[in-house]
């Protein structure tokens, strides 16, 4: 008899949940990248069956879930609308990928690194004078993961961002890790484009977590800051020029 578990439970419905996520990716990026805008007739649910060879609940469904990201807006008497800028939420990481494969990667950059800039510092000076000793001991596996782990490989990724989240987290301040999202996208597009600033930044994460670890929060913001700094130095000099990706 063969025993039903989660995995095997989800196969049934990868079909419908493959289409459904397509449809969501594909509406949520003509938002983003401006080809439905605001105030523009939204198309019917019928047209996005025929066009997507959807049923209508998976229409629903996919609208729903953009709603749900604010890049639309459902009424009874309205219908469907397109949401302003103003209103996503681009700490969703899928609106933050579809935002990145919309836009220049140097734009791109710019923006995420201005924001990183004034979090991850304060938020690395934070660590070092509130995280427990068993955060520290966290902090400090990521490093140890990141450098057992292949650049170019999947574990390179996670122990990256296990590393920047481990340091939100022992902030403790439950908005900080709201950014955690960002900075994945932004780390993954970072591999996309190269693997080499993870070797060579590998010191520099070790130096915050030596900072963090001794309790120092002044060369905790340095050292962040100088982790960010080299990074978008190298980031610079690569994704100019370069097409964007889909992340």
Do not use: C
Not at 42 to 63: Q, T, Y
Not at 116 to 133: C, G, K, V, W
């Amino acid at each position: 008899m063969t025993k039903l578990t989660p995995s095997s439970l989800l196969l049934g419905k990868s079909k419908k949940r493959s289409l459904f996520s397509h449809v969501v990716e594909e509406i949520g990026t003509r938002i983003v990248r401006g080809d439905l805008k605001p105030g523009d007739p939204f198309p019917n649910e019928a047209d996005l069956g025929r066009e997507f060879e959807a049923s209508r609940s998976v229409i629903r469904e996919a609208v729903k879930s953009l709603a749900a990201k604010g890049l639309l807006e459902s009424r009874t008497r309205t219908g469907i609308s397109v949401l302003p800028p103003l209103r996503w939420n681009l700490l969703d990481v899928e609106v933050l990928s579809w935002r990145y494969s919309s836009m220049p990667q140097a734009q791109f950059f710019a923006e995420l690194f201005e924001i990183r800039s004034m979090i991850e510092p304060r938020a690395a000076s934070l660590a070092a004078e509130r995280a427990t000793n068993a955060e520290i001991a966290i902090i400090g596996s990521a490093i140890a993961a990141m450098g057992g782990a292949e650049a170019t490989g999947d574990g390179a990724i996670e122990a990256d961002l296990s590393f920047h989240r481990a340091i939100l987290a022992a902030a403790h301040n439950d908005l900080l890790l709201q950014m955690g999202n960002l900075i994945g996208v932004g780390l993954l597009t970072s591999y996309r484009i190269s693997s080499e600033p993870y070797s060579a930044m590998l010191t520099r994460h070790e130096d915050v977590y030596a900072a963090i670890r001794d309790r120092d929060p002044a060369r905790a913001r340095q050292t962040m800051e100088s982790l960010l700094r080299g990074t978008q130095e190298f980031l610079d000099t690569h994704a100019p020029g370069r097409e964007p990706e889909t992340v």
